[in-house]
């Protein structure tokens, strides 16, 4: 199918396009995988206008395909983008798939308003599915990732950091809120609440900053790997080392328990970049300062009725009820 290419290109080219020929072919005419997302994100974003503007009964229901695809829950819809979402029938009606990463990205972003409204009214619901044992981790992960964002996009964000080296308090309102494209740390000139479009964004969920401080905000359910070293390189890439005096990696999770399991992970929580010629002269500013907190540290997520001990998975099934 590609014939000159090397095994390591042509496995760069498959994970790219999900296996699929013609994004295959898309991903081999573009400059490089930054443009290819492009490519789709344009593809997507076209194919959703036109639905749109083609008839309005219909598109409720196409849109509604699409930001369950996003929720990954079950519609009543039964129309959808077939260019772009695969079919599924389930027991509550229909379960829509992305074919491609890029997807989820793009429909993220031109139905944002849409799926905060969608998941604020469908909170009960994302709780209901993480409370049953059948769920997997990485969907609760999903849910509680989509309730925590558009709970900081309704009501900002309010926190207090504290670490071995500084305390720093954070308040950022709901108006400061910035969706960004791309999976490489954004322009974080203006204070604010930065949250990636793209669902396979490395590293963090969130971006936090206020002041001379900047936060990566790392959304998870149960004991997470250390991500510090992914991040270092993000930050260096970004040139956050010298241009902030303080860089947090904050590992949020819905319970205590979990946080706690966390701590051990993040030990010693004052992570000291690998120095080279171009790290900075202060000391202080090529440190990341690790920190594990819970739900209870926000108050936008204090009434967050999570359902205890789902996170971990070790409950029985008669714990559940």
């Not at 020929?21 to 036109?50: A, C, F, G, I």
């Not at 994302?126 to 609760?140: F, G, I, M, V």
């Not at 604010?192 to 590293?203: L, N, R, V």
């Not at 900047?214 to 270092?232: R, S």
Request: with cysteine; glycine share 6%.
């Amino acid at each position: 199918l590609f014939p000159g290419l090397s095994d390591d290109k042509i496995a760069e080219i498959d994970n790219a396009a999900c296996g699929i020929p013609l994004y295959m072919q898309q991903y081999l005419k573009s400059e490089d995988s930054t443009q290819y997302e492009w490519d789709v994100r344009s593809n997507v974003v076209d194919s959703l206008l036109s639905l749109e503007n083609a008839n309005a009964n219909e598109w409720k229901l196409i849109k509604d395909a699409s930001i369950s695809a996003l929720l990954a829950l079950p519609t009543g819809a039964h129309l959808y983008d077939k260019k772009f979402l695969v079919q599924s029938r389930s027991q509550g009606g229909y379960i829509y798939e992305a074919l491609l990463s890029e997807v989820t990205a793009a429909s993220r972003d031109h139905l944002w308003n849409a799926l905060m409204e969608r998941v604020a009214e469908s909170e009960s619901n994302l709780l209901n599915a993480c409370r049953d044992p059948s769920t997997l981790n990485s969907a609760r992960g999903q849910h509680f990732e989509l309730m925590t964002i558009r709970r900081f996009f309704e009501h900002g964000v309010t926190l207090e950091l504290n670490s071995e080296l500084t305390s720093v308090q954070i308040k950022l309102p709901a108006t400061t809120f910035i969706g960004f494209h791309g999976r490489k740390l954004p322009d974080v000139s203006a204070d604010g609440i930065y949250s990636p479009y793209h669902t396979k964004f490395p590293a963090i969920d969130l971006v936090l900053k206020q002041g001379s401080s900047v936060v990566g905000v790392q959304i998870h359910v149960n004991p997470h790997e250390d991500v510090i070293a992914m991040f270092e390189g993000m930050c260096r890439m970004a040139g956050w080392f010298g241009k902030f005096d303080n860089i947090f990696l904050l590992y949020l999770s819905p319970e205590e328990d979990v946080r706690n399991l966390v701590l051990p992970i993040i030990n010693p929580t004052n992570y000291d970049m690998k120095r080279t010629r171009a790290s900075p002269a202060n000391p202080r500013t090529s440190i990341i300062q690790r920190v594990a907190l819970s739900r209870d540290s926000f108050a936008a997520l204090r009434d967050l009725q999570w359902p205890a001990g789902c996170s971990i998975g070790s409950l029985s099934e008669s714990h559940w009820q």
